[in-house]
């Protein structure tokens, strides 16, 4: 029998993870998209909206960059159908926990004893080190590092290139810009940036709450 996907969500990400999913055996790949006039995205066809899931077989991805409709969307998927998908050229090491619906670029690296929550992105090149723990729906951006023994709480977007030094705590719900170095412990939700990173713009939510 053929593996099936659905991947919801046809942009660019969604393209990068219907290749990660090929890799991973499925043979039988298709798209929904809120957007009707959407008709292909890559080599694959987009097929209808999120409202023709249950017509469909196999399993399913989100592949929806911004967190808070990744999770709308994931938490009214039956959760038996929701795939995990990891590049078979990223090192993951055989002690690491991986949540449901996360998904691990190529050229990732996450080392021994990390913990990633359920729909994270771990995307291209980017780096988890030793006994971190990542909570639901982080993204992790193409070439940020995380140093060993970092949480990160959920929802918060670590953006391209980013550095996060050691035994850091960063609160949900923030957003890391490109290029900034984290140097010291984040437990406002915002936006944070530069090297080292600080805070350019506070959000109401808080978040320390989801280790606890
Ligand atoms: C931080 C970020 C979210 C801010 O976006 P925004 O709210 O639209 O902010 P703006 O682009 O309007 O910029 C506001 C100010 O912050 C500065 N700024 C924005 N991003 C910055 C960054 N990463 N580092 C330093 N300064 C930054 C801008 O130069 C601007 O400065 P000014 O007011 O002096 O002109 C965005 O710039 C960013 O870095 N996103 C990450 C992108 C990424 O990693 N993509 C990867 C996808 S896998």
Redo the contacts with the bound molecule.
């Keep these: 029998m053929q593996k099936e996907l659905v991947i919801i969500g046809a942009g660019g990400h969604g393209k990068v993870i219907a290749d990660i999913a090929k890799w991973n055996g499925y043979q039988n790949i298709v798209f929904l998209d809120a957007d009707k006039s959407k008709k292909n995205c890559g080599k694959y066809q987009v097929i209808g909206t999120e409202n023709m899931l249950a017509d469909l077989s196999g399993d399913i991805i989100v592949a929806i ?1 911004n967190a808070a409709d990744r999770r709308k969307i994931q938490e009214r998927i039956d959760r038996s159908r929701i795939a995990t998908l990891i590049h078979p050229d990223a090192f993951v090491a055989d002690d690491v926990i991986i949540g449901k619906g996360t998904v691990i670029m190529a050229g990732a690296v996450i080392n021994s004893g990390a913990i990633i929550g359920e729909s994270c992105i771990i ?1 291209t090149c980017a780096s988890v080190d030793h006994d971190c723990i990542l909570s639901d729906y982080v ?1 992790i ?2 070439g940020a590092h995380i140093a060993g023994t970092v949480k990160i709480h959920s929802n918060t ?1 670590i ?4 550095s996060v030094s050691n035994d850091i705590e960063i609160a949900g719900n923030c ?1 890391v ?4 170095a984290v140097v010291q412990n984040i437990a406002i939700p915002g ?1 944070y ?2 090297v080292p990173a600080v805070c ?2 506070q959000r109401k939510q808080s978040s320390l709450s989801d280790f606890q």
């Design positions: 960059g995307n993204h951006s193409a977007w953006g391209v290139g980013v957003v810009g490109a290029g900034a936006t940036v530069g350019v713009k």
